[in-house]
């Protein structure tokens, strides 16, 4: 049986409750999804006539998330981006948290990269089935603060797996020198998912050049999921080292955020281990 403590300001992971290790899949069934803090966005004007739900409290977030972690309950590991870590627009609601207890994720974590009191939390976040060994917050180099990169390891000495989760930069400029930050962390390992809100599309120039600079297999094109009522871009990703498989790689319609999830299933080589 393991037994994980509560939070501290310090960035301890957590376990929602005691959790007995079960043995883990050899395919794991994996999704990245901007949540957009749980404000649902239908129409480009919403940006302007519901402005005032990105920092007032708003009735609606709390059952925007309920349907979003029923979504979420079949996965092992999901990634977030915008997700608020409890503020006065969340009504002081960490929702890495509350999406956990529903989605009944025993492990979860945020990595705030814009704290702006009580106002808002801006946060990447991450539920998983399995408890990392470790987990390390990167702060992404810019010329504007407030994007980050979590790192997760899995599994022991050996073989591990590693899982990134970012939410990169508007600018091109900032993104190509966030990229190259994380293509140094890419290449100290062998096992990589690397997943997030890139904001930039899968031909794009930046990405053409992370994956040149890499072991990172080709991204799947053309899987769009922005804006979610009509989407058409493609800046939501997940990509994989060389070494691991992919399939059923899929958006799925659930216009819950402006952003789709996506979700793809991975296997894993025999020698690597989710519990060390």
Not at 126 to 148: M, N, Y
Not at 175 to 191: A, K, S
Not at 202 to 222: G, K, N
């Amino acid at each position: 049986m393991t037994v994980l403590s509560h939070r501290t300001p310090e960035g301890a992971f957590t376990a929602l409750d005691p959790v007995i290790e079960r043995d883990p899949p050899r395919v794991l069934r994996v999704m990245s999804y901007n949540i957009q803090s749980g404000l649902e966005t239908s129409r480009y004007h919403h940006y302007f006539t519901r402005g005032w739900r990105h920092f007032w409290p708003s009735p609606s977030r709390e059952g925007n998330l309920d349907r979003m972690s029923h979504m979420l309950h079949d996965y092992d590991l999901v990634g977030l981006q915008e997700v608020d870590a409890g503020s006065f627009r969340t009504g002081y609601v960490n929702q890495v948290e509350y999406l956990a207890r529903r989605g009944t994720f025993p492990y979860w974590y945020y990595q705030t990269n814009r704290n702006l009191g009580r106002i808002a939390q801006h946060s990447n976040g991450l539920l998983t089935r399995f408890r990392p060994a470790s987990i390390d917050e990167h702060a992404l180099p810019g010329r504007v603060p407030g994007r980050g990169a979590l790192h997760m390891r899995f599994g022991g000495p050996g073989e591990a797996l590693n899982v990134i989760i970012v939410h990169l930069a508007l600018s091109r400029r900032a993104r190509m020198t966030q990229l190259g930050y994380l293509t140094d962390l890419i290449n100290d390992h062998r096992h990589v998912i690397v997943m997030g809100d890139f904001n930039c599309h899968s031909r794009s120039p930046e990405f053409a050049r992370m994956v040149s600079c890499t072991e990172l297999l080709e991204p799947v094109h053309d899987l769009h999921t922005f804006p979610s009522w009509k989407p058409h871009r493609n800046i939501d990703h997940i990509l994989l080292s060389e070494s691991l498989d992919v399939s059923h790689v899929r958006v799925l319609d659930y216009p819950l955020s402006d952003h789709l999830p996506i979700t793809m299933d991975v296997a894993l080589p025999d020698g690597v281990q989710l519990i060390g």
